[in-house]
């Protein structure tokens, strides 16, 4: 059975071992074996890219935050030049108005494996691809309605939840020559199937059980 990537969310989610989306849960991540990860990005009040999932960190809105708060956060240009050489990469952009600062880092930073920029909102998605034609992209899709329109949008990879995919979606979208990828999935008994399947990637919370479950 061929394995799929295996991927952290977030890097990782697990609280007693770090914080998600943070140095420390990537490189954990990373040395539990998994392929990469996945992470957030949000747009700051001074146009910069930051890494995290929710819209404030604290008291503070990260859509309005200046250069001199949360100045511990992760920046994406930091992200990209400690990990771009050495693992996949999923760089969720969380909002609109992301798009040409993640391209920039980007060509900053060139990634030497592979990558996706994605996101759950579909402008985000077709304004990376008019503004670059070299950077892979992807559809996060939740819900039914969305999942059933990937087809209509210029991406390589569909990011599904788990319990909408099926064994006729992963054929449908490989016989596209598209890659799925599948989230959030944390338990053996899944991980298992989603492999047998054929998925493209399994993004886990847990990613000591995921590389364990997949790759002993």
């Known amino acids: 059975m061929p394995i799929p990537l295996l991927l952290g969310h977030r890097g990782l ?3 007693d071992l770090a914080p998600e989306n943070t140095f420390a849960a ?3 991540a990373v040395e539990h074996g998994c392929d990469g990860f996945e992470f957030d990005v949000r747009r700051t009040g001074w146009g910069g890219a930051l890494v995290c999932h929710d819209p404030r960190i604290g008291k503070v809105l990260v859509a309005r935050s200046t250069r001199r708060q949360l100045t511990k956060v992760p ?3 930091e992200v990209l030049s400690r990990y771009a050489h050495r693992v996949f990469l ?3 952009l969380k909002v609109r108005g992301l798009e040409s600062t993640v391209l ?3 060509r900053d930073t060139p990634p030497t494996r592979d990558f996706v920029v994605s996101s759950f909102i579909p402008d985000v998605v077709t304004e ?17 309605p969305q999942l059933r329109r990937w087809a209509l949008l210029p ?14 979606l992963i054929e449908e979208i490989h016989a596209a020559h598209r890659k799925l990828f599948v989230w959030t999935v944390n338990d053996p008994r899944s991980m298992q199937r989603f492999a047998e399947l054929g998925v493209d990637a399994i993004v886990s919370d847990d ?10």
């Open 128 to 144: 990376l691809v008019a503004r670059s034609a070299k950077a892979p992209t992807g559809i996060i899709c939740d819900k039914l």
């Open 207 to 216: 990613t000591q059980l995921l590389v364990k479950t997949l790759r002993t």
């Open 90 to 92: 999923d760089i969720e």
């Open 26 to 28: 990537f490189d954990l």
């Open 75 to 77: 920046r994406l240009s």
């Open 13 to 15: 989610r697990v609280p």
């Open 155 to 168: 991406v390589q990879y569909i990011i599904a939840e788990k319990s909408l995919v099926r064994r006729d």
């Open 104 to 106: 920039s880092a980007l």
